[in-house]
């Protein structure tokens, strides 16, 4: 059975950091595509980051470039969403999600990925 399971979540302080974890069981990450996501309340559910099934390349949505980065552990089989310099603006729930194949120009769309976590929030207050 294909799980991801999403951890990390919390509250913080705006300015300061979060590193989400997301584990998976059932398949390997070297074989998908990894994204994460956000949704906040009201809003749809945004890309905000991916790593290709390689691992060779990342992407990242203009809103958090530059203070987002994603990893991975395949060893522990284990993917990270480093979040520093958190704005009130990036509280959401966070999911990851994993692709068998995906194009890069896609890498944002939710519908392109195969399986989900159940999401792990993250607040940022003032």
């Known amino acids: 059975e294909v799980q991801l399971v999403e951890s990390g979540g919390g509250l913080v302080q705006a300015g300061g950091s979060l590193r989400l974890s997301c584990a998976a069981s059932g398949f390997t990450f070297d074989d998908y595509s990894i994204g994460w996501f956000r949704q906040a309340p009201g809003k749809e559910r945004e890309g905000v980051s991916c790593?290709?099934?390689?691992?060779?390349?990342?992407y990242y949505a203009d809103s958090v470039k530059g203070r987002f980065t994603i990893s991975g552990d395949n060893a522990k089989n284990t993917m990270y969403l480093q979040m520093n310099s958190l704005k009130l603006e990036d509280t959401a729930v966070y999911y990851c999600a994993a692709a068998r194949f995906l194009s890069s120009t896609v890498w944002g769309r939710a519908w392109e990925y195969d399986y989900w976590g159940q999401g792990t929030q993250v607040t940022v207050s003032s």
């Open positions: 790593i290709s099934r390689s691992g060779g390349t990342t």
